[in-house]
């Protein structure tokens, strides 16, 4: 049987994988490795899979529509955001009516609005709800028998006009049952990998999965709140490094392997154990990570001396209290002591600023831009609120009367940049915009700066694609006033 697994085009360079999907101003395009785990469990169960991600094949939408139907599909499976929903369910429309294959949705929007979206367009037949691997193969194996696929679990659907939700499907509990996911970027993507990339990392990077899950409960963090929960799951170390093995085998030309867990971080005794793995292997591989600014010195020397190159850090606020209402769970303190032992131990920070969260004022946003200049990292990103059905930060907003908009398409700008549709009577969401904008320029644009950059190319050489790659569509940005 025929499954179309599809990431659809919408702005160029769009991605859905972000936690905050939208086209970036460092030109990032993220692999689209979620969809890649649901295709590489199709791919193991015997299915005939068609991978097609539409940005990274730089394919438009009457290429993408011409693709897909010409494959024929009996199985659509499409990934949505919410900024993209309305883009991507006219796309699964316009394929539906040339295949009339039986279309799926994924993805956090719709897990969150299920009866929504099945009512906001009727040619989506089902949503997987939250994690969603084995719910696609399940489908797809009822549908070879010729069996009624509407009994799997995590499945949502309209019958007679009511919406049905079928009972969750249990989380993976024994993630190394999973196959690796770099076997279908393999298989799939081999002609394009090298279209994807970060700013903050080396060119070209591959990204994988070590655990799923998250125990934190920041209000505004979207994939442990809408797709994978707060319980930690791992895959043990000796597959963890497996993958590591491959990937250095099949793509030598791979320049940076990224573990885009929530918070790779969680277990540092866990983390010293892959670290002591890929050592005792004697394998030679450059990695970075999402972080906590908890780590402590001897974890982050021997996360160095295993490999590590850079850690993508949620600094988010210079204001206590602004953390502590969004329930970070950090001090400020542990923020500058991570920074300076992050540096000890020869790591590179990539940090991440959000404003416009509860408690927020046009002090603490000065309190912010005045942390990120002090704790100095390589690189950072300065993003205003963007809330997403299904997070607490969402109710928030919605039960404040904060929202000014609730037509999904304007979560961007007209050019597919984020913007904020929160407003509040002290903070517009036109200032919250403009203050990134601002604070990216007073970040890059400091002569300290752009001296330690050129520095860096010269003593890591290494260093010097990403940097010039992503300062080329960054200067973009930030040397015109009119971002927007």
């Not at 991978?51 to 094949?57: G, N, W």
């Not at 791979?254 to 050592?279: A, P």
């Not at 990103?381 to 928030?396: D, E, H, L, N, S």
């Amino acid at each position: 049987m025929r499954v179309t697994i599809l990431n659809p085009p919408y702005f160029k360079l769009y991605s859905r994988c972000s936690r905050s999907p939208a086209v970036t101003k460092s030109r990032t395009l993220y692999y689209p490795y979620w969809l890649a785990y649901a295709v590489g469990v199709l791919d193991e169960a015997g299915f005939e899979v068609q991978f097609v991600d539409a940005p990274a094949m730089m394919m438009d939408e009457e290429e993408t529509v011409k693709k897909v139907a010409d494959f024929k599909p009996e199985l659509l499976v499409v990934d949505s955001t919410t900024a993209s929903f309305y883009n991507d369910a006219k796309i699964l429309t316009k394929i539906k009516k040339q295949t009339n294959a039986v279309s799926i949705m994924v993805g956090t929007h719709v897990s969150a609005t299920a009866d929504e979206s099945l009512r906001y367009c009727e040619d989506i037949d089902a949503i997987a709800r939250k994690e969603y691997d084995y719910i696609v193969r399940d489908v797809a194996l009822k549908l070879s028998k010729g069996e009624e696929y509407h009994n799997v679990n995590g499945l949502s659907y309209l019958k007679s006009g009511q919406l049905v939700n079928n009972p969750d499907m249990p989380f993976i509990e024994d993630l190394d049952e999973l196959p690796f996911v770099s076997k279908a970027y393999d298989t799939h993507l081999r002609g394009c990998y090298r279209s994807y990339f970060y700013g903050a990392n080396l060119h070209p990077i591959m990204v994988i999965i070590a655990g799923r899950g998250c125990p934190y409960k920041c209000v505004y963090c979207v994939y442990p709140q809408v797709m994978t929960g707060h319980k930690f799951r791992t895959r043990s170390v000796n597959n963890f490094v497996d993958e590591l093995e491959y990937i250095k085998d099949k793509f030598p030309d791979i320049k940076d392997i990224f573990f885009e867990d929530d918070t790779f971080t969680i277990n540092t005794s866990r983390v010293r154990e892959i670290c002591n793995e890929i050592l005792r292997r004697g394998l030679r591989v450059t990695w970075s990570t999402n972080s906590r600014a908890d780590v402590d010195f001897k974890t982050l020397h021997l996360m160095k001396k295993a490999g590590c190159r850079e850690l993508c850090v949620g600094f988010e606020s210079g204001d206590q209290k602004v953390l502590d209402n969004i329930g970070k769970k950090l001090k400020i303190e542990q923020q500058h002591r991570f920074c300076k032992d992050a540096k000890k131990a020869g790591i590179i920070v990539h940090g991440c600023f959000l404003v416009g969260n509860p408690g927020e004022t046009k002090e603490t946003l000065q309190k912010t831009l005045d942390l990120a200049i002090k704790l100095n990292p390589d690189t950072a990103q300065f993003y205003p609120i963007m809330v997403y059905p299904g997070t607490r930060a969402y109710k928030w907003a919605e039960q404040e009367g904060y929202l000014t908009t609730k037509e999904y398409d304007k979560w961007l700008t007209p050019d597919g940049f984020h913007n904020s549709v929160v407003e509040r009577s002290n903070l517009s969401h036109e200032e919250l915009v403009c203050w990134g904008n601002e604070a990216r320029r007073k970040f890059y644009l400091r002569p300290k700066y752009a001296f330690s950059k050129l520095k860096q190319m010269i003593i890591h050489p290494k260093e010097a694609k990403r940097i010039i790659m992503a300062a080329t569509t960054l200067s973009k940005h930030i040397i015109s006033k009119n971002q927007n």
